[in-house]
T-cell receptor
Framework: AQSVTQPDIHITVSEGASLELRCNYS??????LFWYVQSPGQGLQLLLK??????LVQGIKGFEAEFKRSQSSFNLRKPSVHWSDAAEYFC???????????FGSGTRLQVQP | DAGVTQSPTHLIKTRGQQVTLRCSPK?????VSWYQQALGQGPQFIFQ???????QRGNFPDRFSGHQFPNYSSELNVNALLLGDSALYLC???????????????FGPGTRLTVL
């Protein structure tokens, strides 16, 4: 079955430090991949998306993600974290056959001053 | 440009009751998807509407039904509510025709449903 896995439930980083959130997918073909961010009690905001082509994609708020087919990964990175980045981050894949997003279970990011 | 809007923001119901949630898609979008997000979990796909018809459905019982109107807005109906239906219900809209953003779904703020 197609799935998205986020191995880290909770990550704490210091403000100004770099960040990498992990995401692995299991699909028969290369899916479309996304990262969303969710602040407490809020909906999901699209950070970035990968469809094809360049494996390093840039998103909003200084985030980027790298698609690695050999590792079935799509990790999210940010060089310097700000306190306002504290939130829940979801990796998702688009099942083009079903047109439905499949989400990972999320990674909660805490930022220490 | 208004994004995806949902109403109401919060809702409290009792077991066995019925509820209707509403969604207006982002301007220019014609496809609406509904997701259920239980506490501490990622969203789960319920169904998707396009051209006023249910196009795809996730693993949810028939108690969950929906509708899409000619203006592309949508409703999610849940009958015979169970305690386990308590969740954040998210609506997402997308465009079937916009090149370059295919597959990108934009989410509303959600409706928090509590079933007592």
């Amino acid at each position: 079955a197609q799935s998205v896995t986020q191995p880290d439930i909770h990550i704490t980083v210091s403000e100004g430090a770099s960040l990498e959130l992990r995401c692995n997918y299991s699909y028969g073909a290369t899916p479309y991949l996304f990262w969303y961010v969710q602040s407490p009690g809020q909906g999901l905001q699209l950070l970035l998306k990968y469809f094809s082509g360049d494996t390093l994609v840039q998103g909003i708020k200084g985030f980027e993600a790298e698609f690695k087919r050999s590792q079935s990964s799509f990790n999210l990175r940010k060089p310097s974290v700000h306190w306002s980045d504290a939130a829940e981050y979801f990796c998702a894949a688009l099942d083009t056959g079903r047109r439905a997003l499949t989400f990972g279970s999320g990674t909660r990011l805490q930022v220490q001053p | 440009d208004a994004g995806v809007t949902q109403s109401p923001t919060h809702l409290i119901k009792t077991r066995g009751q019925q509820v209707t949630l509403r969604c207006s898609p982002k301007s220019g979008h014609d496809t609406v998807s509904w997701y259920q997000q239980a506490l501490g979990q990622g969203p789960q796909f319920i169904f998707q509407y396009y051209e006023e018809e249910e196009r795809q459905r996730g693993n949810f019982p028939d108690r969950f039904s929906g509708h899409q109107f000619p203006n592309y807005s949508s409703e999610l109906n849940v009958n015979a509510l169970l305690l386990g239906d308590s969740a954040l219900y998210l609506c997402a809209s997308s465009s079937s025709v916009l090149a370059g953003v295919r597959g990108a779904q934009y989410f509303g703020p959600g409706t928090r449903l509590t079933v007592l």
